[in-house]
């Protein structure tokens, strides 16, 4: 399998959008399996208590089992918590399951509420003898708290905006949420990517959907569209990515290209972008 040019340093993305549906978990996985399959590093954060992520990923998840929710509230490391995946040597899990639900109430009332995983994280990665490429955490549907610290662990935001009518009504008020927590909490925080999924090319909506993302967002949005496919949508059931379950369909051709692109966002694209995001 090809390499892609790897990070100089590791790369923290999350994968958010407050719409359920419009394809965060599917990319993030994807991307995470096609980053992983061309030779980086990769550590996937499940935060969402539907665990599909950690579902789509082979990893166990059931209520009780070690997960992002014991991490949140410090009673295990990430180290203590991960899983490797069992499909890809170079890919790591760190499952959620139903038991999250309750951390948003049980943590909030802690000083450091919006910082719970990116203090898990950095004290992870101060103790870790392994070098990560990318951490990419997959949010929940919504702008609470566990996507606020999702938010605060990262330098970079991926949005993935789905190729329908109402794509963009909603993207204002995560712009302007995403402008908020830069302002309050993570000044380094950057949307540094846009994926358009579930595109039909026999469709208009679907181009005039991706036009006007483009018009709006040049430099963020990718060039490559992820195509409406049923395999995209099977492969979980068989607790897959589509990468391993039709290697050379459509969807896994289309993320492998999406994730190429992400991973030539370099050091000096991504200060293109914030100083353009800036100045707009
Ligand atoms: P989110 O995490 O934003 O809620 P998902 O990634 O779970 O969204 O996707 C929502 C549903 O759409 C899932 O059933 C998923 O399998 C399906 N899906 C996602 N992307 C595609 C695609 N490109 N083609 C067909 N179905 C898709
Ligand atoms: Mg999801």
Same mark, same amino acid.
């Given at each position: 399998?090809? =390499?892609?040019?790897?990070?100089?340093?590791? =790369?923290?993305?999350?994968?958010?959008?407050?719409?359920?549906?419009?394809?965060?978990?599917?990319?993030?996985?994807?991307?995470?399996?096609?980053?992983?399959?061309?030779?980086?590093?990769?550590?996937?954060?499940?935060?969402?208590?539907?665990?599909?992520?950690?579902?789509?990923?082979?990893?166990?998840? !059931?209520?009780?089992?070690?997960?992002? %929710?014991?991490?949140?509230?410090? =009673?295990?490391?990430?180290?203590?918590?991960?899983?490797?995946s069992p499909a890809f040597k170079n890919l790591e899990v760190v499952p959620a399951s139903i038991d999250l639900s309750g951390a948003e109430l049980e943590v909030a009332s802690m000083e450091n509420r919006n910082n719970l995983l990116k203090d898990a994280l950095s004290e992870?990665?101060?103790?870790?003898?392994?070098? %990560?490429?990318?951490?990419?955490?997959?949010?929940?549907?919504?702008?609470?708290?566990?996507?606020? !610290?999702?938010?605060?662990?990262? !330098? #970079?935001?991926?949005?993935?905006?789905?190729? #329908? %009518?109402?794509?963009? #009504?909603?993207?204002?008020?995560?712009?302007?949420?995403?402008?908020?927590?830069?302002?309050?909490?993570?000044?380094?925080?950057?949307?540094?990517?846009?994926?358009?999924?579930?595109f039909d090319r026999r469709t208009l909506l679907s181009k005039e959907i991706y036009d006007k993302v483009h018009e709006h967002y040049p430099h963020i949005v990718l060039e490559t569209t992820i195509p409406r496919s049923v395999k995209i949508s099977e492969a979980p059931s068989?607790?897959?990515?589509?990468?391993?379950?039709?290697?050379?369909?459509?969807?896994?051709?289309? %993320?492998? #290209?999406?994730?190429?692109?992400?991973?030539?966002?370099?050091?000096?694209?991504?200060?293109?972008?914030?100083?353009?995001?800036? =100045?707009?």
């Open positions: 399998h090809t =390499r892609f040019p790897k990070p100089s340093k590791t =790369r923290y993305i999350a994968v958010a959008n407050q719409k359920g549906g419009v394809g965060k978990t599917t990319s993030a996985i994807n991307i995470a399996a096609a980053l992983a399959l061309a030779h980086s590093k990769v550590l996937v954060i499940d935060t969402d208590p539907q665990g599909n992520a950690s579902t789509a990923l082979g990893v166990k998840h !059931n209520p009780g089992d070690l997960s992002t %929710y014991d991490v949140l509230e410090g =009673r295990k490391t990430i180290a203590e918590v991960k899983q490797q992870f990665m101060k103790s870790s003898k392994t070098h %990560y490429d990318y951490v990419i955490i997959d949010c929940p549907p919504s702008l609470g708290l566990l996507v606020i !610290n999702a938010m605060c662990a990262v !330098n #970079e935001v991926l949005i993935p905006i789905q190729a #329908e %009518y109402y794509a963009l #009504e909603g993207l204002g008020q995560l712009i302007n949420t995403i402008g908020l927590i830069q302002k309050h909490y993570n000044p380094g925080l950057l949307v540094s990517t846009m994926l358009v999924t579930m068989f607790a897959q990515s589509v990468i391993e379950y039709d290697p050379h369909g459509m969807g896994a051709v289309s %993320y492998r #290209e999406a994730a190429l692109e992400i991973a030539r966002r370099s050091p000096s694209v991504l200060k293109m972008i914030k100083n353009k995001e800036q =100045r707009s």
